[in-house]
């Protein structure tokens, strides 16, 4: 069964930081690459930042592009999204999934509000 445990939102001021987190299980993770997103209230999820099977290439939304850091470390089956210089436009619910094609399946999310 495949499951992703994504954490480490919270609230946090514009200019501050925080490092997210997502345990993914039920397939081999070190083949795959794997994708943050966000969803803010009233819109559609949208992609934030991929990196591939080995974690050697990543991409990046425009929006993020110099502030976020998406990595992945194959043994613990885990990816992560170091969000820097946060603004209030990245107030969202943030999830993970594999990459080109997600799995069915979606974790809770992790929360992110960025508010004075």
């Known amino acids: 069964q495949v499951q992703f445990v994504e954490s480490g939102g919270g609230l946090v001021q514009p200019g501050g930081s925080l490092r997210l987190s997502c345990v993914a299980s039920g397939f081999t993770f070190s083949i795959y690459s794997m994708i943050w997103y966000r969803q803010a209230p009233g819109k559609e999820r949208e992609l934030v930042a991929r990196i591939s099977s080995g974690g050697l290439s990543t991409t990046y939304a425009s929006s993020v592009q110099g502030r976020f850091t998406i990595s992945k470390d194959n043994a613990k089956n885990t990816v992560y999204l170091q969000m820097n210089s946060l603004k209030t436009e990245d107030t969202a619910v943030y999830y993970c999934?594999?990459?080109?094609?997600?799995?069915?399946?979606w974790g809770q999310g992790t929360r992110v509000t960025v508010s004075s």
């Open positions: 999934n594999v990459g080109p094609l997600s799995f069915p399946d």
